[in-house]
């Protein structure tokens, strides 16, 4: 699953509650979403765990961690 269809499950004002979470900016999450940036590795593992492993890191860096 990727975020985009993650959050198209969560009511609104998930988007704001992740980044914080994450300690990152909602137009950052947004920039990650659309595909317009990539995460890091650490906030792939991050984002993987926030989830409860609905979005793997491999879903978001597959260059990082797809073979695993």
């Not at 998930?14 to 995460?39: D, R, V, Y």
């Amino acid at each position: 699953m990727n975020l985009k269809e993650y959050f198209g499950e969560l009511p609104h004002g998930s988007k704001i509650e992740l980044a914080s979470k994450l300690g990152i900016t909602k137009t950052w999450l947004s920039l990650i979403i659309s595909g317009k940036k990539l995460p890091s590795g650490s906030l792939c593992n991050m984002i993987q765990k926030m989830t409860d492993g609905k979005v793997s890191r491999a879903d978001l860096r597959p260059d990082l961690f797809g073979d695993v």
